[in-house]
């Protein structure tokens, strides 16, 4: 359990995220309507020229299908870039340490995390990526993953959007987001980072002389820009192995605190947005409660069991609360980085960020929270509409059975792509190649196969296995689930948005969910619809972990 | 705001059809095992498995040992127990549908009935000779010619061609008085000719009547799946893969981790888990929404079109026969000038005592309550009478005084056909003596010569007229010497109808010929807020386009030739079973009994039909999570011990798989009556209605279940 000022800062951070993101939200509607703002004269020209590069028109509308093919073909060829410089980094500039190219296969499970916005790591970027790497293949990764989700939310909900008709252009888009929302914001939340102590560097390591008369190898680079686009844009993946409980990347507990607000910044940002870009302001509302909502009873959860202000894995400059409050906001936004060893943290709160990566809304990635938190509420919509006696509508649109098709499709993705794979890696015996992984008791062991596929499907990142999984098993296995988990959802719920095109509206009389009613039935469909589909393996996981009376993961 | 709003049962009132015999017979039962055939599950996907689940456990009942290590040849008892509970669970739903389809048969024969096969007097044509042929009604085709003498069975759906002939319809209508039919006019199937002789061309080949229309809708295989259902199919499967791969992972994993699992709770968990009772009970519940609307006579030619009664949001409304009775009634007697109300009264009585028509009657009716008895009643039998004509529009009585009680020749005669022939030219009777004329009609026929006309006349028509009220002018030896006014009648039970469709966010509009300030004031007395005024019948295709293009979902009902178009556009169109055949093959639903008021009951039991579906299925998910906390625990209990913690019903271990599994099963059954009767809702705001049912159903699904599995745990205990 927690104290009382533990709990008034849990409050907070979550406030300040709240009032940051109704006051950031008017103007991200700007940049995804197209309305013109003062940064106009600066970067129209600029993106006039890129377009012109690229040779896309501006003025061009696409349909669902060609948004999407655009998506995949951006997001693909970008992977494929990144992969050849990760392959290729020792001969590639800027690698004062001279790190070798990485195996294909780590190199091939790498660009395809950083390019499903996931970052779950098989290697320890301080001893495997070179400078050039770290502020290219990985970095670019992260700034293209942010701005491809913003952009299929944007979609999503132009397809939605009374009287749509189509989904906007997809290169408008990822060019607005990035040079107007995320690369600004990056800039600043990279100064700060470095005022507050972050390095960013391309000189090398230093080795120094300690008080002591030690020498010390410090592991410094490019960090501050890094970290920044890594939680703005809830990537995840850190500047080191050990992410954000290395001093470097979150070196005191203001940089603790500022690096949870930043990832739930955009995500709460696209909750207020939603409402204006949908044309109803208040359909926030349902979005917001529910995964504020959720998201609350994921820490409730996590703060029920017993939080030791020290242990192993648990960094002491934050302590287990800090370390406990992180994991769960970051797996709730899908980020992923940590400031401590998940096996540090208990089993409650294990949970708790299994329910976080789950839901994958609450408020879930960047983007992407909007559109799982839209697919609930057609589930919800349908199920408790019928209800009402009238055939169920989401804003006035009706919900074909080809509607609940496609939904019902979405969120099979996510159980096939854990389970299936989970049950592999135990069958096939692929786990055993895990160092040390034998010894464990089945509880823990299975929480951290389960984690580690949990979170390669929610592209969430974070994971118990780190560089040991860094077998061709593993990079393959989890690259294909990172995938599908990405790319398959986004790819439905195009179609479903883009069906939504000029379909007839009625006139709303029916279930109204935009009221605190709808909201409350909401989040009680997504625990049921979550709990029924994984509650065996919870029980298997970290339940049993709980039961079994374990506080942590460290076997 | 607070205003009183009848519960569902009492808005529809009771049901014209009975649906007894109760259909659970020999028959069904019978037909309940035949279906539990696999080939005849296939249709049913959920049952199917659990019928294939049941094969698996009756192996391992048979031949444990070749089942181990999932199974343990001790058990066998229990899984000869869990056998019989999947076959029982699957025999449920078989049962269940069963039920709904002999249901929805026995109130579709019983209209059915109405069509039997018949004698049909054929005409054929050859040249110029004209043959009646003697034939059976089923080897009439469409186009063919017959005659319909008095006494004869219409013998299929017809329209008149030549002669005029009363038409006793109350088999088909419930309608007792005969109706005129004339050429242009249809005849239904199963109604009896009165009186005269006409022929007619047959308007549908046999086995494509309304009737037959609907006999198909409730042949269960045969009807095809309404958008809805298929919508809420999506769901099931959706929900039966997540379970079969939760429980495909179970399996592999309790191999890959070495976890002692017993094969038969695997499978236990996994039906449970299935949308069985949803998966069991959609057929029924789609059937029965089509038996409710039979019962009230109302024959839909689709499952989509009820549940687009469902979706409505506009109602238009036609006055007469929906809101009023159609017969205007008399209310009061205004006397003009010197004249006093008895004086009206008596005049008014006079002249309607041979008026047989509502608006008369109501008159005599008036009169005699008020104790406006005239001493000439005597004379009346002396009286000669003029008909309504149409060229005067007055009608009314010439009483003569101090003659004998001689009924004057041919008045008899001419009474009765008063009503059949309208024919002006006829002229009463003159006899001599003291006379004593007294004629009633519309205001303004009394303005052409002939009349006096008091002072203050044309004042205190307007004012009647202002007040939603029709004058009726009474003239006594030529002078006009008071109004009576007549009411619109409002149907009984029309308000609240209106109310609750009002309650529940449905717009009515009402629609009529009258003039604005009428029909404001009738409006307003039911409660329509909205009415278009002055309307002819082909306006209404407009207005039925007006209001599409506004996104409302458009209900309304015609009759005539005109309505066609209006009805063909409208989402949910109600022909009365009593107008053309071009309204009927344009609506898609027909009234047999031709009462334009059930529109509002098509809507209403639409709506239930949407959320009996909506509620079985969200009761049938929410029942899952008790499920996993009786069986999970029990299952893991072998291999991690320290899983009974999670065991929070405290079921005994050799039960709680069992105690779930009959749940499971006997939820079907308790469910069936909710399926074939559907939610009983008050009719309120769609707000409330939500929240209402997710608290009973989901919420309610969620409880119910914890309670239900300890119970029957503790039973089981008992034994």
């Given at each position: 359990?927690?104290?009382?000022?533990?709990?008034?800062?849990?409050?907070?951070?979550?406030?300040?995220?709240?009032?940051?993101?109704?006051?950031?939200?008017?103007?991200?509607?700007?940049?995804?309507?197209?309305?013109?703002?003062?940064?106009?004269?600066?970067?129209?020209?600029?993106?006039?020229?890129?377009?012109?590069?690229?040779?896309?028109?501006?003025?061009?509308?696409?349909?669902?299908?060609?948004?999407?093919?655009?998506?995949?073909?951006?997001?693909?060829?970008?992977?494929?870039?990144?992969?050849?410089?990760?392959?290729?980094?020792?001969?590639?500039?800027?690698?004062?340490?001279?790190?070798?190219?990485?195996?294909?296969?780590?190199?091939?499970?790498?660009?395809?995390?950083?390019?499903?916005?996931?970052?779950?790591?098989?290697?320890?970027?301080?001893?495997?990526?070179?400078?050039?790497?770290?502020?290219?293949?990985?970095?670019?990764?992260?700034?293209?993953?942010?701005?491809?989700?913003?952009?299929?939310?944007?979609?999503?909900?132009?397809?939605?959007?009374?009287?749509?008709?189509?989904?906007?252009?997809?290169?408008?888009?990822?060019?607005?987001?990035?040079?107007?929302?995320?690369?600004?914001?990056?800039?600043?939340?990279?100064?700060?980072?470095?005022?507050?102590?972050?390095?960013?560097?391309?000189?090398?390591?230093?080795?120094?002389?300690?008080?002591?008369?030690?020498?010390?190898?410090?592991?410094?680079?490019?960090?501050?820009?890094?970290?920044?686009?890594?939680?703005?844009?809830?990537?995840?993946?850190?500047?080191?192995?050990?992410?954000?409980?290395?001093?470097?990347?979150?070196?005191?507990?203001?940089?603790?605190?500022?690096?949870?607000?930043?990832?739930?910044?955009?995500?709460?940002?696209?909750?207020?947005?939603?409402?204006?870009?949908?044309?109803?302001?208040?359909?926030?509302?349902?979005?917001?409660?529910?995964?504020?909502?959720?998201?609350?009873?994921?820490?409730?959860?996590?703060?029920?069991?017993?939080?030791?202000?020290?242990?192993?894995?648990?960094?002491?400059?934050?302590?287990?609360?800090?370390?406990?409050?992180?994991?769960?906001?970051?797996?709730?936004?899908?980020?992923?980085?940590?400031?401590?060893?998940?096996?540090?943290?208990?089993?409650?709160?294990?949970?708790?960020?299994?329910?976080?990566?789950?839901?994958?809304?609450?408020?879930?990635?960047?983007?992407?929270?909007?559109?799982?938190?839209?697919?609930?509420?057609?589930?919800?919509?349908?199920?408790?509409?019928?209800?009402?006696?009238?055939?169920?509508?989401?804003?006035?649109?009706?919900?074909?059975?080809?509607?609940?098709?496609?939904?019902?499709?979405?969120?099979?993705?996510?159980?096939?792509?854990?389970?299936?794979?989970?049950?592999?890696?135990?069958?096939?015996?692929?786990?055993?190649?895990?160092?040390?992984?034998?010894?464990?008791?089945?509880?823990?062991?299975?929480?951290?196969?389960?984690?580690?596929?949990?979170?390669?499907?929610?592209?969430?990142?974070?994971?118990?296995?780190?560089?040991?999984?860094?077998?061709?098993?593993?990079?393959?296995?989890?690259?294909?689930?990172?995938?599908?988990?990405?790319?398959?959802?986004?790819?439905?719920?195009?179609?479903?948005?883009?069906?939504?095109?000029?379909?007839?509206?009625?006139?709303?009389?029916?279930?109204?969910?935009?009221?605190?009613?709808?909201?409350?039935?909401?989040?009680?469909?997504?625990?049921?619809?979550?709990?029924?589909?994984?509650?065996?393996?919870?029980?298997?996981?970290?339940?049993?972990?709980?039961?079994?009376?374990?506080?942590?993961?460290?076997? | 705001?607070?205003?009183?709003?009848?519960?569902?049962?009492?808005?529809?009132?009771?049901?014209?059809?009975?649906?007894?015999?109760?259909?659970?017979?020999?028959?069904?039962?019978?037909?309940?095992?035949?279906?539990?055939?696999?080939?005849?599950?296939?249709?049913?996907?959920?049952?199917?498995?659990?019928?294939?689940?049941?094969?698996?456990?009756?192996?391992?009942?048979?031949?444990?040992?070749?089942?181990?290590?999932?199974?343990?040849?001790?058990?066998?008892?229990?899984?000869?127990?869990?056998?019989?509970?999947?076959?029982?669970?699957?025999?449920?739903?078989?049962?269940?549908?069963?039920?709904?389809?002999?249901?929805?048969?026995?109130?579709?024969?019983?209209?059915?009935?109405?069509?039997?096969?018949?004698?049909?007097?054929?005409?054929?044509?050859?040249?110029?000779?004209?043959?009646?042929?003697?034939?059976?009604?089923?080897?009439?085709?469409?186009?063919?010619?017959?005659?319909?003498?008095?006494?004869?069975?219409?013998?299929?759906?017809?329209?008149?061609?030549?002669?005029?002939?009363?038409?006793?319809?109350?088999?088909?209508?419930?309608?007792?008085a005969?109706?005129r039919?004339?050429?242009?006019?249809?005849?239904?199937?199963?109604?009896?000719?009165?009186?005269?002789?006409?022929?007619?061309?047959?308007?549908?080949?046999?086995?494509?009547?309304?009737?037959?229309?609907?006999?198909?809708?409730?042949?269960?295989?045969?009807?095809?799946?309404?958008?809805?259902?298929?919508?809420?199919?999506?769901?099931?499967?959706?929900?039966?893969?997540?379970?079969?791969?939760?429980?495909?992972?179970?399996?592999?994993?309790?191999?890959?981790?070495?976890?002692?699992?017993?094969?038969?709770?695997?499978?236990?968990?996994?039906?449970?888990?299935?949308?069985?009772?949803?998966?069991?009970?959609?057929?029924?519940?789609?059937?029965?929404?089509?038996?409710?609307?039979?019962?009230?006579?109302?024959?839909?030619?689709?499952?989509?079109?009820?549940?687009?009664?469902?979706?409505?949001?506009?109602?238009?409304?036609?006055?007469t026969?929906?809101?009023t009775v159609g017969n205007r009634q008399a209310?009061?007697?205004?006397?003009?000038?010197?004249?006093?109300?008895?004086?009206?009264?008596?005049?008014a009585f006079?002249s309607s005592w041979f008026d047989d028509t509502p608006e008369g009657r109501s008159v005599i009716r008036l009169?005699?309550?008020?104790?406006?008895?005239?001493?000439?009643?005597?004379?009346?039998?002396?009286?000669?009478v003029y008909d309504f004509s149409a060229?005067?529009r007055t009608s009314g009585v010439?009483?003569?005084?101090?003659?004998?009680?001689?009924?004057?020749?041919?008045?008899?005669?001419?009474i009765r056909r008063k009503f059949f022939l309208e024919?002006?030219?006829?002229?009463?009777?003159?006899?001599?003596?003291?006379?004593?004329?007294?004629?009633k009609g519309a205001?303004?026929?009394?303005?052409?010569?002939?009349?006096?006309?008091?002072?203050?006349?044309?004042?205190?028509?307007?004012?009647?007229?202002?007040?939603?009220?029709t004058?009726m002018?009474?003239?006594?030896?030529?002078?006009?010497?008071?109004?009576v006014?007549l009411?619109d009648v409002?149907?009984?039970?029309?308000?609240?109808?209106?109310?609750?469709?009002?309650?529940?966010?449905?717009?009515?509009?009402?629609?009529?010929?009258?003039?604005?300030?009428?029909?404001?004031?009738?409006?307003?007395?039911?409660?329509?807020?909205?009415?278009?005024?002055?309307?002819?019948?082909?306006?209404?295709?407009?207005?039925?386009?007006?209001?599409?293009?506004?996104?409302?979902?458009?209900?309304?009902?015609?009759?005539?030739?005109?309505?066609?178009?209006?009805?063909?556009?409208?989402?949910?169109?109600?022909?009365?079973?009593?107008?053309?055949?071009?309204?009927?093959?344009?609506?898609?639903?027909?009234?047999?009994?031709?009462?334009?008021?059930?529109?509002?009951?098509?809507?209403?039991?639409?709506?239930?039909?949407?959320?009996?579906?909506?509620?079985?299925?969200?009761?049938?998910?929410?029942?899952?999570?008790?499920?996993?906390?009786?069986?999970?625990?029990?299952?893991?209990?072998?291999?991690?011990?320290?899983?009974?913690?999670?065991?929070?019903?405290?079921?005994?271990?050799?039960?709680?798989?069992?105690?779930?599994?009959?749940?499971?099963?006997?939820?079907?059954?308790?469910?069936?009556?909710?399926?074939?009767?559907?939610?009983?809702?008050?009719?309120?705001?769609?707000?409330?209605?939500?929240?209402?049912?997710?608290?009973?159903?989901?919420?309610?699904?969620?409880?119910?279940?914890?309670?239900?599995?300890?119970?029957?745990?503790?039973?089981?205990?008992?034994?």
């Amino acid at each position: 359990m927690i104290d009382a000022i533990q709990s008034l800062i849990v409050v907070a951070i979550l406030a300040s995220t709240l009032i940051s993101g109704s006051l950031l939200a008017p103007y991200v509607v700007r940049v995804l309507t197209g309305t013109p703002t003062r940064l106009d004269r600066l970067l129209d020209p600029l993106e006039s020229a890129v377009y012109r590069l690229i040779g896309a028109d501006p003025k061009m509308t696409m349909g669902w299908r060609e948004y999407l093919f655009a998506v995949i073909l951006l997001n693909v060829a970008q992977m494929a870039i990144a992969f050849a410089i990760l392959v290729g980094q020792g001969v590639l500039p800027l690698n004062p340490m001279g790190f070798p190219g990485l195996s294909w296969d780590l190199a091939f499970n790498t660009v395809v995390s950083f390019g499903t916005n996931t970052n779950l790591q098989h290697y320890a970027g301080e001893t495997a990526l070179s400078y050039f790497s770290q502020m290219t293949a990985i970095q670019f990764l992260q700034f293209t993953s942010a701005a491809t989700g913003v952009c299929v939310m944007a979609a999503m909900v132009r397809g939605l959007r009374p009287g749509s008709s189509h989904l906007g252009n997809f290169y408008v888009d990822f060019v607005r987001v990035l040079t107007r929302i995320l690369l600004p914001l990056c800039a600043v939340a990279a100064l700060v980072l470095v005022a507050l102590g972050v390095p960013q560097t391309v000189g090398g390591y230093v080795t120094v002389k300690t008080v002591e008369g030690a020498t010390q190898r410090l592991l410094i680079g490019p960090v501050a820009s890094l970290v920044s686009i890594m939680q703005i844009g809830t990537n995840g993946g850190g500047y080191f192995g050990a992410n954000s409980a290395y001093p470097f990347q979150n070196p005191t507990p203001v940089t603790d605190v500022l690096e949870i607000y930043l990832m739930l910044l955009i995500p709460t940002t696209l909750i207020f947005a939603f409402g204006e870009l949908i044309g109803r302001k208040k359909e926030t509302r349902p979005i917001l409660i529910g995964s504020y909502g959720l998201l609350a009873v994921d820490l409730a959860v996590a703060f029920l069991g017993s939080i030791p202000a020290v242990g192993p894995g648990i960094e002491t400059r934050f302590g287990g609360f800090f370390s406990t409050f992180w994991t769960v906001i970051t797996t709730a936004s899908t980020t992923g980085s940590l400031n401590a060893s998940l096996t540090g943290i208990n089993p409650l709160g294990i949970l708790s960020a299994y329910m976080g990566m789950l839901v994958q809304a609450t408020p879930g990635g960047i983007g992407v929270g909007v559109m799982y938190m839209l697919m609930y509420v057609v589930i919800t919509v349908f199920v408790v509409g019928l209800m009402t006696g009238r055939t169920p509508e989401y804003l006035g649109a009706k919900i074909t059975a080809r509607d609940v098709k496609l939904v019902m499709v979405a969120f099979l993705v996510h159980p096939i792509a854990i389970l299936v794979p989970t049950l592999a890696a135990f069958a096939t015996k692929a786990v055993d190649a895990i160092p040390g992984f034998s010894s464990l008791p089945t509880s823990v062991a299975f929480t951290q196969v389960l984690y580690e596929f949990t979170s390669s499907a929610a592209n969430n990142g974070s994971d118990f296995l780190g560089a040991a999984a860094n077998t061709p098993f593993f990079n393959f296995a989890t690259a294909a689930v990172m995938f599908v988990g990405r790319f398959v959802p986004i790819a439905i719920l195009l179609a479903l948005a883009g069906s939504m095109i000029g379909r007839k509206r009625v006139a709303e009389q029916s279930l109204r969910t935009d009221g605190a009613a709808f909201s409350f039935v909401l989040i009680g469909s997504i625990l049921l619809l979550v709990v029924l589909t994984f509650l065996p393996f919870l029980i298997l996981g970290p339940l049993l972990a709980y039961f079994q009376g374990l506080v942590n993961f460290v076997g | 705001m607070a205003r009183h709003v009848p519960g569902l049962d009492r808005v529809l009132g009771r049901a014209r059809v009975s649906r007894r015999p109760s259909a659970l017979t020999a028959k069904t039962l019978t037909e309940s095992v035949v279906r539990l055939s696999p080939a005849s599950l296939l249709s049913n996907p959920v049952m199917l498995i659990v019928e294939l689940a049941f094969f698996v456990v009756a192996a391992m009942a048979a031949f444990p040992h070749a089942f181990v290590p999932f199974a343990n040849p001790g058990d066998r008892g229990f899984y000869v127990e869990v056998a019989a509970i999947l076959l029982v669970t699957v025999w449920f739903s078989t049962l269940s549908d069963s039920l709904a389809e002999q249901q929805a048969k026995n109130t579709a024969n019983a209209l059915k009935q109405l069509e039997t096969e018949v004698p049909a007097k054929k005409v054929v044509t050859e040249g110029w000779e004209r043959e009646i042929v003697r034939t059976r009604s089923t080897m009439l085709r469409k186009g063919d010619l017959i005659l319909l003498e008095k006494g004869d069975v219409v013998p299929v759906d017809a329209e008149v061609l030549e002669g005029i002939a009363m038409v006793d319809e109350s088999l088909v209508t419930g309608e007792s008085a005969p109706v005129r039919k004339a050429p242009g006019d249809s005849l239904i199937g199963g109604s009896k000719v009165a009186s005269d002789t006409m022929t007619a061309r047959v308007a549908v080949n046999p086995g494509e009547s309304y009737l037959d229309q609907m006999v198909r809708l409730v042949e269960s295989s045969k009807r095809p799946k309404t958008p809805n259902e298929v919508a809420i199919t999506m769901v099931i499967f959706g929900l039966s893969a997540v379970f079969t791969i939760i429980v495909a992972s179970i399996l592999g994993l309790s191999v890959a981790l070495g976890l002692s699992l017993d094969l038969s709770v695997l499978i236990a968990l996994y039906v449970c888990l299935l949308p069985t009772t949803i998966g069991a009970l959609l057929p029924a519940i789609g059937l029965s929404g089509i038996s409710r609307l039979y019962e009230r006579k109302v024959v839909a030619k689709s499952g989509k079109a009820i549940e687009t009664a469902g979706d409505t949001d506009a109602i238009l409304l036609d006055k007469t026969g929906t809101i009023t009775v159609g017969n205007r009634q008399a209310v009061e007697m205004m006397p003009l000038g010197a004249r006093t109300e008895k004086e009206v009264g008596e005049a008014a009585f006079l002249s309607s005592w041979f008026d047989d028509t509502p608006e008369g009657r109501s008159v005599i009716r008036l009169a005699h309550e008020k104790g406006f008895v005239p001493r000439e009643l005597n004379a009346l039998s002396l009286s000669e009478v003029y008909d309504f004509s149409a060229q005067t529009r007055t009608s009314g009585v010439k009483l003569h005084f101090g003659s004998s009680f001689v009924l004057p020749k041919g008045s008899v005669q001419r009474i009765r056909r008063k009503f059949f022939l309208e024919d002006p030219s006829e002229q009463g009777m003159h006899l001599s003596g003291e006379e004593t004329e007294i004629v009633k009609g519309a205001p303004d026929s009394f303005l052409r010569s002939g009349f006096i006309v008091p002072k203050g006349f044309q004042e205190l028509v307007d004012t009647v007229a202002s007040e939603g009220d029709t004058p009726m002018a009474v003239a006594k030896d030529h002078e006009v010497i008071g109004l009576v006014r007549l009411k619109d009648v409002l149907k009984p039970g029309t308000r609240e109808k209106i109310e609750a469709v009002k309650a529940m966010g449905i717009r009515p509009v009402m629609i009529t010929g009258d003039q604005p300030l009428t029909a404001r004031s009738i409006a307003s007395e039911v409660g329509i807020e909205e009415f278009v005024a002055k309307v002819k019948p082909e306006d209404k295709y407009s207005i039925v386009l007006k209001e599409q293009s506004q996104n409302h979902v458009v209900a309304m009902i015609g009759d005539g030739t005109n309505d066609a178009p209006a009805l063909a556009a409208a989402d949910v169109g109600l022909a009365m079973n009593s107008g053309t055949e071009a309204a009927k093959e344009a609506a898609n639903m027909v009234d047999l009994e031709s009462n334009p008021a059930k529109i509002i009951d098509v809507v209403l039991l639409g709506k239930q039909l949407l959320m009996t579906r909506g509620a079985v299925t969200a009761f049938s998910i929410s029942n899952d999570v008790a499920k996993y906390f009786a069986i999970l625990p029990v299952m893991f209990a072998t291999a991690f011990p320290a899983l009974r913690s999670l065991n929070i019903l405290g079921l005994g271990l050799q039960t709680a798989v069992l105690s779930a599994l009959i749940f499971n099963a006997i939820v079907i059954p308790l469910l069936i009556p909710l399926a074939m009767r559907g939610v009983t809702f008050k009719p309120s705001s769609t707000m409330s209605l939500f929240l209402r049912n997710v608290l009973i159903y989901g919420v309610g699904g969620v409880v119910v279940p914890f309670v239900g599995i300890k119970l029957i745990d503790m039973l089981l205990g008992v034994l």
